[in-house]
């Protein structure tokens, strides 16, 4: 299970993919596609399925990290908290 911690930044994360405009539609579905396989992936319980999403994050946060910034920014720190967590 995830942490409060992941959560609070899976939460932020959802707030500024909010407030992306109309016209950065395929953008925000980028990024609810991450917060979604995050999701997913931290409600397994199976170890082995954790440890693929740092890599994942690591590939998809090239993709959006000079037009987001501020979302690149948390998902920094998600990679940092999964890592805390042995992840």
């Given at each position: 299970?995830?942490?409060?911690?992941?959560?609070?930044?899976?939460?932020?994360?959802?707030?500024?993919?909010?407030?992306?405009?109309?016209?950065?539609q395929?953008e925000?579905?980028?990024?609810?596609?991450?917060?979604?396989?995050?999701?997913?992936?931290?409600?397994?319980?199976?170890?082995?399925?954790?440890a693929?999403?740092?890599?994942?994050?690591r590939?998809?946060?090239?993709?959006?990290?000079?037009?987001?910034?501020?979302?690149?920014?948390?998902?920094?720190?998600?990679?940092?908290?999964?890592?805390?967590?042995?992840?």
């Amino acid at each position: 299970m995830p942490t409060q911690r992941l959560q609070e930044l899976l939460s932020k994360l959802q707030e500024e993919v909010d407030q992306l405009g109309d016209s950065s539609q395929k953008e925000r579905e980028r990024l609810e596609s991450l917060i979604s396989e995050i999701q997913t992936t931290l409600d397994q319980d199976d170890a082995d399925q954790h440890a693929p999403l740092l890599d994942s994050l690591r590939n998809k946060l090239g993709e959006f990290e000079s037009d987001h910034p501020t979302a690149s920014g948390i998902v920094r720190r998600l990679m940092q908290a999964l890592g805390d967590m042995g992840i």
